[in-house]
């Protein structure tokens, strides 16, 4: 061993990057540790191919709740991550409704137009003493 990696104790120093980086794993690689993991059957031999393969036991167990839930093929494929994008249907849909809306709030403005100019027309007749015809009742 170079003496200049060396620390004060005489053990080699590690270089740390600055970051740290997400490993990715394959659904290839995905599949050959899950593989690997159930053929483990002697005690010791599951820890050891974690500390080999440098995962955690938590990432068995999620990939093989993701295999059980989704199928072989596809349940080791990475999630896509983030917001679902919105389809055109669901927009074109949205668009429909907010138009609808508009227009039934219209309508209803012209409603309640129509509602006071009929009563303004009940009071004109009953001043000038116009009779008026009852619902259902012919003039």
């Not at 990057?17 to 997400?22: F, V, W």
């Not at 917001?83 to 209803?108: C, I, M, Q």
């Not at 303004?120 to 009779?131: R, T, Y």
Request: overall charge positive; aromatic content about 2%.
């Amino acid at each position: 061993m170079d003496l200049a990696l060396q620390g004060a104790s005489g053990t080699a120093e590690t270089e740390v990057s600055d970051k740290a980086k997400r490993r990715r794993f394959s659904p290839a690689e995905k599949l050959r540790i899950l593989e690997a993991a159930d053929r483990c059957d002697k005690s010791g031999e599951l820890g050891a191919l974690l500390r080999r393969e440098g995962i955690y036991s938590s990432h068995l167990a999620a990939w093989r709740k993701a295999r059980r839930e989704r199928g072989e093929s596809a349940g080791l494929e990475p999630q896509k991550r983030g917001p679902k994008g919105v389809r055109k249907d669901e927009r074109e849909r949205d668009v429909k409704v907010a138009k609808l809306e508009r227009e039934n709030a219209r309508l209803a403005r012209e409603l309640e137009r129509a509602k006071a100019i009929i009563e303004i027309q009940k009071k004109v007749a009953e001043l000038l003493g116009i009779p008026l015809a009852k619902p259902g009742e012919e003039s």
